[in-house]
């Protein structure tokens, strides 16, 4: 568990992405903290977050049933998804 603004997060449910923690909070809202505008205390919540990601073990991709890969259309999605999540 970590302390962000004062709510407690489960550090397994935060990610961490070129230079930038992903922290989701109980109210339903995802913050973005680039390490670049960070405070000195965001930097330790940051640092915990890269080194709890990295440990993670990567899952290999979903793939779709009708051809066995993902399709142009939901490899664009994810991607805009994944933008989405990683602007401040």
Request: net charge negative; charged share 25%.
């Amino acid at each position: 568990m970590i302390n962000y603004k004062n709510h407690e997060i489960d550090i397994s449910t935060t990610n961490y992405s070129d230079g930038v923690a992903i922290i989701p909070l109980p109210t339903g809202e995802i913050v973005c903290i680039p390490e670049e505008d960070a405070t000195a205390e965001e930097m330790g919540i940051i640092e915990q977050i890269k080194a709890d990601a990295s440990a993670r073990t990567i899952e290999a991709p979903i793939e779709s049933e009708s051809s066995g890969q993902a399709t142009e259309s939901s490899k664009k999605k994810t991607l805009n998804l994944w933008k989405s999540f990683t602007t401040k």
